[in-house]
């Protein structure tokens, strides 16, 4: 069974940063990718950013050059920088795994329990 932990989140100031981190506990054999979510009260769970397996990199518009995703594949960890922090930018923010267990076995996701982000003055 695989458990996703995160960390970082907390109260900061608009233009100021925050990171948050995702460690995976358990076996996983190979990584599809590795997600950050985040969830605004009265709006629906968003994709920010994605890094695959080998790498490639994908972020919503609304974070493209201020949020950066990291992954330590040997130690099943990402990472989400946080830079130049806007009002708009809180929420809950979820960590997701897209994996598999095994050689063979089908691919699963994994969340974590989400960590609050509050960008206030």
């Known amino acids: 069974q695989v458990q996703l932990v995160e960390s970082g989140g907390g109260l900061v100031q608009p233009g100021g940063s925050l990171r948050l981190s995702c460690a995976a506990s358990?076996?996983?054999?190979?990584?599809?990718?590795m997600d950050w979510y985040r969830q605004a009260p009265g709006k629906e769970r968003e994709l920010v950013a994605r890094?695959?397996?080998?790498?490639?990199?994908n972020y919503a518009d609304s974070v493209k050059g201020r949020f950066t995703i990291s992954r330590d594949n040997g130690k099943n960890t990402v990472s989400l920088q946080m830079n130049s922090l806007k009002p708009d930018d809180t929420a809950v923010y979820y960590c997701?795994?897209?994996?598999?267990?095994?050689?063979?076995?089908?691919?699963?996701?994994?969340w974590g329990q989400g960590t609050q982000v509050t960008v206030s003055s």
């Open positions: 997701r795994f897209v994996v598999r267990l095994t050689f063979a076995s089908a691919v699963y996701d994994y």
């Open positions: 358990g076996s996983i054999f190979s990584v599809n990718s």
């Open positions: 890094i695959t397996g080998v790498g490639t990199t």
